[in-house]
């Protein structure tokens, strides 16, 4: 029915260059701890930040399970107040700066970004491995401030509680400055990539669209990063040496830290959910062997919401005394940023109509993700409206919105890029049954985590609580035992994903029939990607009619 | 306006002011505008997976690569959606933050960690706010440390309060009874505990209220010791035996005192009550007849606790 997985018809495609399994692959082409540490090669670096990124998902995976077990009742379960504001902070600062930013470019995208687009690596391979030095000094510096008391005031470092607790702030500020300069290192690198090196035949509109997606992030990575780099200097200025710029009591303002600090972090939402909207259209064209229905509006309504999401940070302070004025423009501009998600939902819906959908693992996690990101971003409309906002703001109802699309949204994607991508980065096939299995887990745990906290938000249970009143006690009972539920999938995922390292079987070279660029070279790819430079002659998802 | 609701619904809380029945309303609007669209996708997409799935003999693959139509329709009909939900949310937002000219004004003090309140009438009370029913409130709000967030669910109002700067919110409860107050902005220990309650009162039970005596309880002399200081009498009588304008106060209960056109009087009981309410009636040689009347200014008690605390000044 379908082309085979390598076809030469397939006109999205270069030139046949599938390699046999057992030649030198990027894997074994060369030994030693020294090959992976000085490597310069983007799948390794990409294989390195994957292994960090997935280990730092652990240890917020961790703060979360535990401070949903402290809030299995409304007294104390486990740890004491101070501890619990500790957990969340953790959690919260550890997921963003650690996992979440750096996990779907610099993981997958590092490896998946110069395959796709037919480059031998990326344009410079070396700001590439200093990027990844950078991320592990900043995660040196964020562990540092766990072991010397941990920091207490929520990833938002909020003034003047931050400049008033006496937790690690500094170390963790730190942290979170470095981190950024590995973001934009990757960011300048993904842009020149995709303007310098795209080989003969690959017009920007005919790039798959996750590296559309990429390009648009890259932006966001470049011009919001900056801006979060000065505020927490100005922060560490005003704990350091005392000069008041957030600090009222020293004539400074604190909403203005406000102001700066969602400057950048709400373009940062865009860093987060841009590359697995990316994703989410590799995966629906892949599995329904069908052309993305709308390919350009897709393309550019990343470039739409790259741009759109600078001009928002507003509606993250209705409540915090900003003018009425300002806030009614940015709700204004708020909802102006529904459309290009919409747009994007409805055309990977059209995609599936007509097509041939595979219900591999990969396309389960897309499918979830439709399910999911709708409702995050339906649930977006509730907090864009002024009036409604006051109410539901700073309540579990904003949580579980977030968590939808950066657990539901971003997450479940990454986790269905993993799935995709694996047998082309370790050349073996996941268990497929067991992986389908997980999917459901993960799923089921994942609403029962979430949804019930957009109940108790909409009734009022503030965020950021150590206790609370006992009515709000069943919906936070069923949320911590949704939490179970998910670790309980990822726990098994780590085990079926590390048992296939070895026991895995041998992954052929396009096992989905897709054809974008990384499924014309072997699983694993060679040292430079291509035997023979790719010329490409069509679009990335040209799958022929079937007559 | 729409009745306000006294039981809880599914997702929100009882209506317990005028902004409640329109933001849920507008709640409720976009609930159900969303569970269309959700069921909707979620049907196509699972009628898709379903009729389109892969299967020896399916239906062939068809490649469409786009329709502008329907493009436009389904970009255009969010769009409108959307530009309604604004604009009634916009209307909701601004009725929130334009109080009345007449509402009556309280200033509400955030710090670690606790309520405090005062109302214009110089009564203090706090974690606990006592209002009037249907009646305009206008809170003046202010932080004394870091910022804060008064939240009250059943009123649908939320405002950060913030340090060096004053922020404000209105409300006019409908529901009698107590409501919830959380704080809602991050302010580190004890910030889940940061509670307070108002307490919405029958007009008549709030003039009630705000008639009570707040000292009740307090020992008499203490009282009195608080009213030397509040109705200023430290600017006259001094306590350390110095004089000032009036006579100190330090031994002067049963003192012996030459009166001005003659005559001595001991001072007790029945002579400091005299003095008080009527100034002129006795005066003490050497000093002039200016002091006031404090008839209607002290209550009975208050007076009772104000000789008491002359009787230990010793």
Redesign the interface.
């Known amino acids: ?2 082309k085979g997985p390598t076809s030469s018809a397939a006109p999205g495609s270069a030139e046949p260059v599938v390699h046999g399994q057992g030649g030198l692959s990027y894997l074994n082409a060369s030994h030693g701890i020294k090959s992976w540490i000085f490597t310069l090669d983007h799948k390794r670096i990409g294989v390195m930040y994957l292994v960090f990124v997935l280990f730092a998902f652990m240890m917020g995976g961790t703060f979360a399970l535990l401070l949903r077990l402290e809030l299995l009742t409304p007294g104390r379960d486990l740890v004491d ?2 501890t619990y ?1 500790k957990f969340f902070t953790l959690h919260g600062a550890i997921m963003v700066f650690l996992f979440i930013i750096p996990s779907i470019p610099a993981a997958l995208g590092n490896f998946i970004l110069p395959i796709q687009l037919g480059a031998a690596d990326v344009a410079f391979p070396r700001l590439n491995l200093a990027s990844l030095y950078i991320y592990a000094v900043g995660a040196i510096f964020a562990l540092y401030a766990m072991i010397s008391g941990g920091v ?3 990833w938002t470092f ?1 003034t ?2 931050s400049t ?2 006496s937790t690690a702030v500094v170390p963790m500020v730190m942290a979170a400055f470095i981190l950024g300069f590995s973001s934009i290192f990757t960011g300048i690198n993904f842009i020149a990539t995709i303007h310098k090196l795209r080989p003969a035949g690959m017009t920007m509109f005919r790039m798959p669209l996750f590296l559309w997606a990429l390009y648009a992030t890259s932006i966001i990575q470049i011009l919001a990063t900056p801006v979060l780099a000065i505020t927490l200097l100005l922060l560490g200025v005003e704990r350091w040496l005392g000069v008041g710029i957030f600090d ?2 020293m004539g400074g ?3 203005l830290f406000q102001h700066f600090f969602w400057f950048y972090s709400h373009p940062a939402v865009y860093i987060m959910i841009l590359p697995g909207m990316g994703i989410i259209s590799e995966l629906i064209a892949a599995f ?4 993305i ?5 897709v393309a550019l309504s990343s470039i739409a919401l790259a741009l759109l999401g600078f001009l928002v940070w507003g509606h993250h302070l ?4 900003q003018s ?1 004025f300002a ?2 423009v940015f ?2 501009l708020t ?1 102006t940023v ?2 290009p998600s ?2 994007k ?3 990977w ?2 995609t ?8 591999a693992t990969p396309m389960l996690y897309a ?1 979830a993700f ?2 999911l990101f ?2 995050g971003g ?2 977006g ?2 907090l ?8 539901l ?3 579990y109802f904003v949580v579980a919105h977030f968590h939808y699309v950066m657990m539901g949204g971003t997450v479940i994607a990454f986790v269905g890029g993993l799935h995709y991508w694996w047998p082309k980065m370790t050349g073996r096939m996941y268990p497929e049954p067991i992986a389908k299995v997980v999917c459901a887990i993960i799923f089921v745990g994942f609403n029962l985590t979430f949804f019930t906290q ?2 108790m938000g ?3 249970m ?8 006992p009515e709000y006690q069943p919906w936070h009972v069923m949320s911590t035992v949704g939490s179970w539920i998910i670790g309980l999938g990822f726990l098994i995922m780590l085990v079926y994903l590390l048992w296939s390292l070895r026991r895995g079987p041998i992954a052929p070279a396009n096992p989905w029939g897709a054809l974008t660029l990384e499924w014309q070279t072997s699983s694993p790819p060679p040292l430079e990607n291509f035997k023979h430079t790719p010329v490409v002659s069509g679009g990335p998802y040209d ?5 | 306006m729409e009745p306000s609701s006294r039981t ?1 619904s ?4 009882i209506q317990g002011s005028t ?1 409640a029945p ?2 849920d309303s ?2 409720y609007f ?2 159900y ?2 569970v269309f ?2 069921v909707l ?2 049907a ?2 699972v009628y ?2 379903v009729v ?3 299967r ?1 003999g ?10 502008t139509p ?2 436009v329709t ?2 255009v009909i ?2 409108i959606l ?2 309604v ?2 604009l ?10 334009i109080a009345p000219r007449n509402a009556m004004e309280v200033h509400v003090t955030g710090k670690k960690w606790l309520w405090a309140f005062e109302h214009t009438s110089g009564r203090k009370e706090s974690a606990e706010l006592h209002v009037p029913v249907n009646t305009p409130v206008r809170l003046i709000m202010s932080s004394d ?3 804060h ?1 008064f ?1 009250v ?2 009123f ?5 309060v ?4 004053y ?1 404000t919110l209105w409300f006019q409860a409908t529901q009698l009874g107590e409501h ?1 107050v ?12 940061m509670a307070a309650k108002v307490v919405v009162m029958t007009p008549e039970e709030f003039k009630t209220w705000s008639d009570k005596d707040p000292d009740e309880g307090m020992p008499l002399a203490e009282l009195g010791a608080k009213m030397y200081q509040k109705n200023a009498c430290v600017s006259c009588h001094s306590i350390d035996g110095s004089a000032v304008i009036g006579p100190t106060f330090k031994g002067l209960f049963g003192r012996s005192e030459q009166l001005t056109g003659g005559g001595t009087v001991v001072v007790d009981e029945q002579y400091l009550r005299e003095s008080i309410l009527e100034p002129q009636a006795k005066i003490v040689q050497g000093y002039q007849p200016v002091m006031p009347t404090y008839k209607g200014t002290l209550t009975e008690r208050q007076l009772n606790g104000v000789i008491e605390y002359i009787k230990t000044i010793k």
């Open positions: 029915m379908n107040a101070d504001n207490d005031t929520g909020y003047p509680y008033s607790t009222p009591a303002d604190p909403i329904s062997h069908k052309t229905f709308g390919y350009r509006a209705f409540v915090s005394g009425e806030s009614t709700s204004f909802f529904a459309i919409a747009i939902v409805f055309n819906l059209a599936l109509y007509r097509g041939s959908i595979m219900l499918l439709l399910f709708t409702i339906l649930t409309v509730f864009g409206a002024l009036s409604v906002n006051i109410h703001t700073d309540t957009f109940i909409a009734k009022g503030p965020r950021r609580y150590y206790s609370y009143l799958f022929p009619d079937e007559t | 809880d599914l997702f929100l809380p902004h329109d933001v507008l709640y976009i609930h505008i969303s669209f959700f996708i979620m196509m997409m898709f997976v389109y799935r892969r020896p399916g239906p062939k693959i068809r490649q469409i690569s786009h329709n329907l493009e389904w970009s969010p769009l959307v530009a939900i604004f009634w949310g916009f209307r909701g937002f601004m009725d929130m933050h440390d870091v910022i967030s939240f669910p059943n649908r109002i939320k405002q950060d913030v340090p060096g700067r922020t919830h959380f704080c809602t902005e991050y302010c580190g220990k004890d910030h889940s505990v």
